[in-house]
T-cell receptor, first 115, second 112 residues
Framework: DAGVIQSPRHEVTEMGQEVTLRCKPI?????LFWYRQTMMRGLELLIY????????DSGMPEDRFSAKMPNASFSTLKIQPSEPRDSAVYFC?????????????FGSGTQLSVL | SQQGEEDPQALSIQEGENATMNCSYK?????LQWYRQNSGRGLVHLIL?????REKHSGRLRVTLDTSKKSSSLLITASRAADTASYFC????????????FGTGTKLQVIP
């Protein structure tokens, strides 16, 4: 089992550029989560999907952020235009929502630096 | 927004001692989970306790849940240097959706 795969591992970009983060969940999982982690704000839930449908995007900071899940094996988080305050580690996690197993499996994260 | 708040924020103990971390949350939950994060890595699930359970064990881990006080504790017994990490509680609210939100975390250092 390959686990949750995120790319890129590191991203350095300049303010105003578009940034796309990618996530491949574990095969068979039906929920996918995007989190952002910073020292100041901790782990924030940005958005989560169930069966490819966005269920709650109330954590998305502003319209510059968008997320898609076109199929069960791929999701993207896009920031356009990026700003220095978007610098953080972005994690993707997936889970299989079943009667007894609701734990999340996390990817290794994308370290984003916006200069 | 964050649901849980951990206490203490940081904890430093000697190898072999027990470590206790506490988590308080705000709303009714379906379950509560504990995760570990090593520096620069993703989070790893440790244990899940459901709202109708009061205590759960897994190896050297013991978790308690008090829904009347909206609090949980994680006890790591006989700590090892490899337990050095940040520990987070995460809650799933009651009501059907799996909106898992994390607490602020406790940074544990185990000194060999």
């Amino acid at each position: 089992d390959a686990g949750v795969i995120q790319s890129p591992r590191h991203e350095v970009t300049e303010m105003g550029q578009e940034v796309t983060l990618r996530c491949k969940p574990i095969s068979g999982h039906n929920s996918l989560f995007w989190y952002r982690q910073t020292m100041m704000r901790g782990l924030e839930l940005l958005i989560y999907f169930n069966n490819n449908v966005p269920i709650d995007d109330s954590g998305m900071p502003e319209d510059r952020f968008s997320a898609k899940m076109p199929n069960a094996s791929f999701s993207t988080l896009k920031i356009q235009p990026s700003e220095p305050r978007d610098s953080a580690v972005y994690f993707c996690a997936s889970s299989l929502v079943a009667a007894t197993n609701e734990k999340l499996f996390f990817g290794s994260g994308t370290q984003l630096s916006v200069l | 927004s964050q649901q849980g708040e951990e206490d203490p924020q940081a904890l430093s103990i000697q190898e072999g001692e027990n470590a206790t971390m506490n988590c308080s949350y705000k709303t009714s939950i379906n379950n509560l989970q504990w995760y570990r994060q090593n520096s620069g890595r993703g989070l790893v699930h440790l244990i899940l306790i459901r709202s109708n359970e009061r205590e759960k064990h897994s190896g050297r881990l013991r978790v308690t849940l008090d829904t009347s006080k909206k609090s949980s504790s994680l006890l790591i017994t006989a700590s090892r240097a490899a337990d050095t990490a940040s520990y987070f509680c995460a809650t799933t609210p009651s009501g059907g959706y799996q909106k898992v939100t994390f607490g602020t975390g406790t940074k544990l250092q185990v000194i060999p």
